[in-house]
């Protein structure tokens, strides 16, 4: 008898539970009719932005030629390897080492992290929930324990590409992560080709210093003589100490310089005691042209336009999302929980549902506005910043590049003064030998030939730090 009695109590519940899931489909049914006739009703109203751009973000109108730029020239994609095999080894040191690098890297790599929650906001979202309650009445009476068991699955519909817009602003600023990744890889081989460069001018210039030292002294030692002589003024011999004094301090700088170079050079390989070649070598011959290619084609090859482009392409993408959160949201819930005093009461209850959602953003329409100014105000300050980038990098090239001519022309007038001060050097040695001239006349044209070479070497150094610089500029072009 009790069997028939929990049977019929079974078929009983579960009849409910039909009436209660036809209920249910019912309710959404009049739901979804209603949230169409919304929708129908605000797309014949108002319609979202289209997809193009506004005036304001247009680009900066780029020439067609360089002014300073030569039209000829070979490619600089390899211009490290092609001088210098230790230098080549020392910037792929540092392009796996290098702690700026590996922190642009991991800031892209989080970039693209959430570039991956955004498509996940277009898709569905389950959830799990439990929950488990106790209660008693407070004069007496046993205590009521419950508990409940609720899985579910929801959907929003991206009618207006709301959801679409925000994952095209996150992917546009994970490419400008991308960009500052490669921004701090070109960075750092120029750094590291200045400082190898500069070490390799240094061990150049140390012998020419410490030759000079040594004719100072004598020069210093035969001003002295002449002064007791009476044949040279007392004057003389200050001024022949003032240029050993600067000799002298020229080589502690030297000195310094070497080690700031090589703590320099510590940093950029992550080592405080980095392994640097013994002996760095400086180009003898002067940098080549480069075909550096159509200034609109370069500057677009450029980290730092890149970076303010997608920052340009993020804003719009924000801005086109907020006035899409003007219009009407619908999203689909579907759940099924059960709950009960034990456990064994869940396969008992168990309940479905279905719902949809309808929220109409629109009555709250200041804050819309105000969110809408926002948006727009941050498009318009990123266009202004790309402007301002593209027109920033067009003069740095086109300044380095006159830059280049001026340093030829200076190697070029100090080879000229090489050349004389090697001939008069020679011409004073012959005048020596035959007791025409002094030795420190002699002296003097021989520090005069030692200055020149200095000058020369400093002005190669300067053309190849220039020419580091330009393949930055260009983006390793």
Not at 114 to 132: E, F, N, V, Y
Not at 147 to 158: C, I, K, M, P, Q
Not at 185 to 208: D, G, H, K, M, T
Not at 330 to 342: E, R
Request: aromatic residues 4%; glycine residues 6%; contains cysteine.
């Amino acid at each position: 008898m009790k069997t028939m009695q929990k049977v019929a109590a079974m078929k009983l519940h579960n009849s409910k539970n039909k009436r209660t899931m036809n209920d249910a489909i019912r309710t959404l049914s009049t739901l979804a009719m209603a949230a169409g006739l919304t929708l129908g009703l605000g797309a014949c109203a108002i319609n979202p932005k289209s997809g193009t751009s506004p005036e304001f973000a247009q680009p900066l109108a780029l020439p067609s030629t360089w002014q300073q730029m030569p039209n000829s020239g070979s490619a600089a994609s390899d211009w490290a390897g092609a001088l210098d095999a230790q230098l080549a080894e020392l910037q792929t040191q540092a392009l796996r080492a290098n702690r700026d690098i590996a922190l642009a890297l991991k800031r892209w790599e989080r970039g693209q992290l959430q570039l991956r929650g955004a498509a996940l906001d277009r898709g569905l979202t389950p959830s799990l929930s439990g929950s488990a309650s106790g209660s008693r009445a407070l004069e007496q009476g046993p205590v009521s324990r419950n508990y409940s068991l609720n899985a579910g699955v929801s959907f929003e519909a991206d009618l207006w590409g709301r959801l679409a817009q925000a994952e095209a602003a996150q992917l546009a600023q994970s490419e400008g992560l991308r960009s500052d990744w490669a921004a701090a890889q070109l960075l750092i081989r120029s750094r590291v080709a200045e400082s190898y460069w500069s070490l390799a001018a240094l061990a150049l210039e140390e012998p020419l210093i410490n030759e000079q030292l040594q004719g100072a002294e004598a020069a210093l030692a035969l001003t002295r003589l002449r002064v007791r002589e009476g044949k040279l003024l007392p004057i003389e011999v200050d001024k022949s100490a003032s240029t050993l004094q600067g000799l002298r301090s020229r080589l502690a700088q030297l000195q310094r310089e070497r080690i700031q170079h090589q703590l320099t050079l510590g940093l950029l390989l992550d080592s405080p005691a980095p392994t640097l070649p013994a002996a760095p070598q400086l180009p003898t011959a002067a940098p080549a042209d480069w075909q550096a290619g159509p200034p609109a084609e370069v500057l677009e090859r450029r980290p730092d336009v890149q970076r303010a482009r997608a920052s340009v392409d993020s804003a719009l993408a924000q801005w086109r999302g907020a006035e899409a959160a003007r219009y009407p949201r619908l999203s689909l819930n579907l759940g099924v929980g059960t709950g009960g005093m034990q456990w064994t009461d869940w396969l008992d209850r168990p309940l479905g549902t279905l719902s949809a959602n309808l929220i109409v953003p629109l009555v709250d329409w200041r804050r819309l506005d105000l969110q809408g100014a926002q948006a727009r105000n941050e498009v318009e300050g990123a266009a202004l910043s790309l402007r301002d980038t593209l027109h920033k990098a067009l003069v740095e090239i086109e300044q380095l590049a006159a830059e280049r001519r001026e340093l030829r022309a200076q190697a070029l007038a100090n080879q000229a003064r090489l050349n004389e001060a090697q001939q008069t050097e020679k011409l004073a040695a012959l005048r020596y030998e035959v007791g025409a001239i002094a030795r420190a006349d002699w002296l003097q044209a021989r520090n005069a030939r030692l200055a020149a070479e200095q000058e020369a070497i400093q002005l190669r150094l300067r053309q190849w730090l220039n020419q580091a610089a330009l393949h930055k500029a260009l983006a390793g072009a």
